[in-house]
Structure formats: structure tokens, C-alpha cells
């Protein structure tokens, strides 16, 4: 036993603190400061060139017919109601998704002879265009929502399975040994070492595919739809009203972002201890 | 999987070797190119509470052997045992520190420490305790909260010697395990692990290729020849105790011993370039 004298052996050591410098707040303040002027330069250019006819409206749009498109929409209610059959669309399918390619990634990943007969299919289906899918979709689920999530889905399990297995595969050797020889079950390698290992990776697939997910969506409603942000898209350039198309594209634009910055925020919060959080 | 032989009689003290190591050789059959034979008839044997040594060239079956003496691997030939015991799979009172920390990123230094007794079944707060207090030992007492990315590779290596210690293991198995150091924090690790383990006084098999560090550390040095290894010599360090391993090249004693191991060596190594990562029996 050892005992309560806790004696420190050892001089301090230099030690690499979390210095969080304030610097970086302010570079970040900075940063945004150019990044909005750039925004700005970007939208008066785009403004001017079609005002003088430079670009013809037909073709660009501009911003301010976008913006009045913008508010046309919101008074009429519509926007809702296309954004929330997008939105519904896009998380259902991304849920099924994510939960189906980490089940099959860790699966193939502890059956390697599994994973070694199935490789060649995977391969295949994984080098598909998916969203060529689109049409075949519609044809086995209609028009409505489930046509649009099967979509979803077929490009989010794949990026979240590939990298699942990556992860599941890339455990590190030495952890295993010494969890073995402290005397890890094959229970508790699972648990406490192959699960959070492969978690970072399981996030990263996750954040990657939010974007797959939206544009599988939207896409799929482009294919054969009677609401949502693809068949607002279609129906504008049906008849020629640009600036109703680019409205439906910045409202994508604002969702995947959003989706994506409180994916960041989650990524932040759950992965902490990787190097590049950790050491912010 | 745990052993059937895992009850422990610590008082059955007339089998004098705590790990014996008879006659083992092993073999590791290679789907490209020729099987290599890693470990050939190697017998030696460590008392308890002694702390050995193991130096020999690289690639030359040193991991292989600590590998079948934790039960890892199964020896083709000969056999190993642990407090009279044959080996026949991982010894719960068996601690292992490879050269690399093998921390576990996600958890902070006090869960690192604690990881080894939670897996053995110690209670929350009893770990805890226990952790806390072998955090102290070594000194990290400020970093406990903080995940390894944040430690310096000095930092991480004192978390892992604090989680082996933690467990209070019979036998500390260590493989290079302060190679990774630059020579400064080398030297302070070795003096807190002598100091913890003067404390704790399990069986120690270092294996090294530092025979400065195997003179500075060990009561006994087992030279092996190059693959396959075989035992060349067993050279007794008859320096003391306690050391004080920053005095140690003032010690004439040292210098022999130190000319005399590495003469072992030297006839243990062909007369070739170093060829890295073993398999080099023939080419
Ligand atoms: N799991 C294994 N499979 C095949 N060959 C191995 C394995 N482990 C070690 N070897 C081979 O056995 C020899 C001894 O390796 P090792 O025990 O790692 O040497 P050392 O630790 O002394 O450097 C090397 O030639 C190595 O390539
Ligand atoms: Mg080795």
C-alpha cells in the first residue's frame, strides 16, 4: 500500500497551459469585420452591374428583388410551410441515416470476414450517384415525403458508415493492450475504448453529411414534388421569376448553415479532449 | 479472459522465482517471406520484488517475450510461469507500461489514473481517493482535470506510471517505457518511478535498450542476442540502494559495469548497417 504522505518527487515540469490568448477573440472580431464587408462589396457589385444593365435581371436576379421575393413570401405564409416539409424531410431521412451507418459500421467492423465479402457491393452502391437514385425513388414511394427521405437517407448512411468503420478499425493497439492487461473484458474494450475512439469519426461523418442531407431533399423535391424548397426552386424557374430562386436558394443557404454551426457547437461540447478542441 | 489459476497465495513462499521463464521459443509464421523465430530457448528467471532488466538489439524478440509473459502470447516450446503457476492467460496482478503513454485521449489525467482500478471493479470514490493520491505522487495535482492533448509528453508519461501504480500490480511489466523522453525528463521519470517503486517494491521486467537506464534502475541485466533472441549473460548491478541516478557517473562501479555490458552487446550485434524492425535473420 502506498502511503498518505504524498510526497511531490518531481519538480514541476514546463508546462504547455491552456493560455486561451485574447488575442484570438479579437482576430475572430476582426475576421467577421472583413468577412461582412466582403458580403457587402459582393451584394452593391451584384446591385449596380444589374441596375446598369451590366447582367440582365432575368438571368442574376438582384438583390433587392430578392429580398422584396423575401418578404412576398413571408407575408403570404408560405415559407413556413415549404421550409418545414424541407426541414421534415431532411431530419427524418438523416436520423435513419445516421443510426443505420453507425449500426452497420461497428457491425462490419467486429465481423471483418463479413465486411470482406460484402466490400465489392458497398464499393459499388458507395460510387453510385446517389442522387440519381432521385427518379427511382419516386417511382417505388411517390410523390410525398418518403420518396424525399429514402433520398436522404441513401446519402447519409454512407458517409456516416464509411467513416464509422474507419474509426472502429483504426483503434489504437497499444490502448487495447493495456486495457486487456488491466484487465478489460472484451465488454469493456468495447465500451470504454473501441465506442469513444470511434466517436470523433462517428461526429465528423455527421457533420459531413448535414449538407448531403439538405441537398437530398431539396433535389428530391426538384425530381417530382408539390411542396418544398426544391419545388418552390422548380416552380420560380417554371416561370421565369428569378428572384423567387434565389430566395429558395438562400433559404437552403440559412438552414444548412444553421444546421451546420449547431452541429459545430455539439462537436465543441462532446469532443473536448481531441487535440486540435482541446487545445482551441 | 482472465486465468482459472487467478487465486492469488502471496504466503506460499517456497517457489523462490516469482516469473520463470523456461526454455521459451516462439515462432511467427509469416504469409510473405520466411517464419521468424523472435525467441529462441530463452530461460531466465526474476525473484520477487527484484527488478530485472532486459537489454538486447532491437527487433530482437524483447516485446515478444513480455507479450507471452502477460499471456498475450502462447510459446511454441518451453513455458512461463508466475508464482509457481503456468501462464495461460492475462495475470490479473500484471501491470504493463508500453513506450507510448496509451492514454486514453477522452478521459482526463484523474480518469486516466482511475481506469485501471475501474476496470478491476474499485468503487467510485474509492478510486477516485486512491487516483488522487498517486496524482500527487507524481506530481500533476494541477493538471488532473486536463485530457492528455493538453500535457506534455513528460506530463503523459508520469499519468501512465500513476495509473500502473494505481493498481498496486505484483509485477510491472515495461517495455522502453521512458524512451520517448528527451533525456531531461528521462532522467526525472526514472528517478520518480525508483522512488514509487522503493514504495511499492513489485516485481519489475524493464526491457531497454539504454544501458544507462538498465544500470540506473535494475538489480540484474539480462543481455539477449540479436533475433532470435537468446540470453547471452546475466550481468548483477551491484550498486546499492537507494540511487541517486543524477550522481550515478560519479560511481567508478558504474563505468565497469557499463564497459562490460556494452561489450555484451557489441558481440551480440553482426557486423552490418543497423537494420530497423527486425526480420533481418537473413536477406
Ligand atoms: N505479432 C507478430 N507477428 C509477426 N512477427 C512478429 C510479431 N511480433 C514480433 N514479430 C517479429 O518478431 C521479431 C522480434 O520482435 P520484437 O519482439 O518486437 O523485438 P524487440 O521488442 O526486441 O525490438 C521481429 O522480427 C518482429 O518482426
Ligand atoms: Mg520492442
Redesign the pocket.
Known amino acids: 500500500m502506498l502511503e498518505a504522505e504524498a510526497v511531490v518527487l518531481v519538480e514541476p515540469e514546463a508546462e504547455p497551459g491552456p493560455a486561451r490568448p485574447t488575442r484570438s477573440r479579437r482576430a475572430g472580431l476582426i475576421r467577421f469585420a472583413w468577412q461582412m464587408l466582403l458580403l457587402a462589396v459582393f451584394l452593391v457589385t451584384w446591385q449596380m452591374l444589374v441596375d446598369h444593365k451590366v447582367l440582365t435581371e432575368l438571368s442574376v436576379s438582384k438583390p433587392t428583388a430578392i429580398w422584396d421575393e423575401m418578404v412576398k413570401l413571408y407575408r403570404g405564409g408560405q415559407i413556413w410551410n415549404n421550409v418545414g416539409v424541407t426541414l421534415q424531410e431532411t431530419v427524418v431521412g438523416y436520423v435513419f441515416g445516421v443510426v443505420a451507418g453507425v449500426a452497420a459500421g461497428f457491425t462490419l467492423a467486429f465481423t471483418p470476414r463479413l465486411l470482406a465479402v460484402l466490400n465489392p457491393f458497398i464499393t459499388i452502391l458507395n460510387s453510385l450517384p446517389r442522387f440519381a437514385l432521385g427518379p427511382l425513388f419516386i417511382l417505388w414511394f411517390g410523390i410525398g415525403l418518403t420518396s424525399k427521405v429514402a433520398l436522404v437517407f441513401s446519402l447519409v448512411v454512407f458517409i456516416v458508415f464509411t467513416n464509422t468503420s474507419a474509426g472502429a478499425r483504426s483503434v489504437d493497439a497499444d490502448v487495447v493492450t493495456v486495457s486487456r492487461l488491466l484487465g478489460a473484458s472484451r465488454w469493456d474494450i468495447i465500451r470504454k475504448v473501441m465506442l469513444p475512439s470511434t466517436f470523433p469519426w462517428v461526429v465528423a461523418g455527421m457533420r459531413l453529411s448535414i449538407a448531403y442531407a439538405v441537398a437530398g431533399a431539396v433535389v428530391g423535391e426538384m425530381f417530382a414534388s408539390q411542396e418544398g424548397i426544391g419545388n418552390w426552386i422548380v416552380a420560380g424557374s417554371g416561370v421565369f421569376n428569378t428572384a423567387e430562386i434565389f430566395a429558395g436558394l438562400l433559404v437552403i443557404a440559412v438552414i444548412a448553415g444553421t444546421i451546420d454551426l449547431l452541429g459545430r457547437l455539439v462537436e465543441r461540447r462532446v469532443l473536448r479532449w481531441r487535440p486540435e478542441v482541446a487545445m482551441g | 479472459m482472465t486465468t482459472t489459476t487467478g487465486i492469488e497465495d502471496p504466503l506460499s513462499a517456497t517457489e523462490p522465482a516469482k516469473i520463470a521463464i523456461d526454455d521459451v521459443s ?1 515462432t ?3 504469409k510473405s517471406g520466411p517464419d ?4 529462441k530457448s530463452v530461460s531466465f528467471q526474476v525473484r520477487p520484488g527484484e527488478f530485472v532488466a532486459l537489454v ?12 507471452m509473459i502477460s499471456g498475450l ?1 502462447k510459446p511454441d516450446r518451453g513455458r512461463i510461469d508466475i508464482d509457481g503457476e503456468k501462464v495461460t492467460g492475462i495475470h490479473p496482478g500484471l501491470s504493463y507500461m508500453p513506450s507510448r503513454d496509451a492514454l486514453l485521449p477522452w478521459r482526463t489525467v484523474q480518469r486516466n489514473v482511475e481506469y485501471g482500478l475501474e476496470l478491476r471493479g474499485v468503487g467510485k470514490a474509492e478510486r477516485a481517493r486512491i487516483a488522487a493520491e498517486m496524482i500527487a505522487q507524481v506530481g500533476l495535482e494541477k493538471a488532473a482535470g486536463r485530457y492528455p492533448a493538453q500535457l506534455s509528453s513528460g506530463m503523459r508519461q508520469r499519468t501512465a506510471v500513476a495509473r500502473t501504480f494505481a493498481c498496486h500490480p505484483e509485477i510491472l511489466l515495461m ?2 517505457p521512458f524512451s520517448a523522453l528527451d533525456a531531461q525528463t528521462r532522467v526525472r521519470l526514472q528517478s520518480l518511478f525508483l522512488d514509487l517503486w522503493e514504495r511499492n517494491r513489485s516485481t519489475v521486467l524493464l ?1 531497454t ?1 539504454d544501458v544507462g537506464e538498465a544500470l540506473a534502475l535494475a538489480d540484474r541485466i539480462v543481455v ?1 542476442t540479436s ?3 537468446v540470453v547471452k549473460e546475466e550481468v548483477v548491478v551491484d550498486l546499492g540502494r537507494p540511487r541517486d541516478l543524477r550522481a550515478m557517473h560519479r560511481v567508478p562501479r558504474y563505468h565497469e559495469l557499463f564497459a562490460q555490458v556494452l561489450d555484451l552487446l557489441d558481440d551480440t550485434e553482426p557486423i552490418q548497417p543497423a537494420s530497423r ?5 537473413r536477406s
Open positions: 516462439i511467427f509464421k509469416s521468424v523465430l523472435a525467441v538486447g538489439p532491437s527487433g530482437g524478440g524483447k516485446t515478444t517475450l513480455l507479450n502470447y517495455d522502453e526491457v535498450h539477449l533475433s532470435p533472441a524492425g527486425g526480420g533481418n535473420a
